[in-house]
């Protein structure tokens, strides 16, 4: 059983820069679908909502939203979250929670804030890394 590597629709195409945005593996039990960081870039490598971090993090989980549903996945099978979030922009928080909200409502996943100095380009002040999600025998 080997992992297979998904190229979502709508998403930047990352192999040019050595990584996927989606590998399936599979297990004894079904899959384990993997995501990559998720940043605010649409299709074409453009920022979204530059120096806006709400608007960053809502691009990026809208990308995840994507990522996941290439491979029959949803948000709502996200356990965890992974919020990278540029120092200078930590005391954003209030637009960062307003953004989950938006997005999960009432019923969030968990996650974890970590502030860094720097995100891999300097327009992006939020990076979002999920969980691995599982695909059961079933497909769910």
Known sequence: ???TVNVPAGI???RPYGFAQVVVVPTPVGDAVHVSGQVAWDAEENIVGAGDIGRQLRKSLENLAAALGSVGATLDQVGSLRLYIKQSHMHEGKAIGDALKSVFGDNPPCSTWIGVPNLADDD?????????VFRWGDGQ
């Open 1 to 3: 059983m080997s992992r």
């Open 12 to 14: 930047f195409d990352s």
């Open 124 to 132: 992006f002040l939020i990076e979002v890394e999920p969980s691995p």
